[in-house]
């Protein structure tokens, strides 16, 4: 198993949560360390935002803290609305 990065889709609503979540669920299987990089997401709705916090708490209940890498403006709207801006690495 090895480091892995995950990239999230540039759309990232409710109607592409279930296909990214199967994706991230395989590379959670296939790799010994995944981290997601959202800096090409230019649309976030609150069933995305949902997929990326499900993710981060995954990893840090299996494993160990994780952060989001290279998180674009669609995403740092929701990070700072809900004040975890801390999760951006």
Known sequence: MSMHVYVLPAELTIYEVEQ????MVAA???HEDVSL???Y???MDS???QLVIWFIC???WVEHQTKLL???PAVCVYLELFGITDLIE
């Open 47 to 49: 069933a995305g935002f």
């Open 20 to 23: 990214t979540h199967s994706e």
């Open 58 to 60: 995954h990893k840090s």
């Open 28 to 30: 959670l299987h296939e």
């Open 70 to 72: 290279n998180p674009a």
């Open 41 to 43: 997401v230019t649309e």
């Open 37 to 39: 990089d959202a800096q």
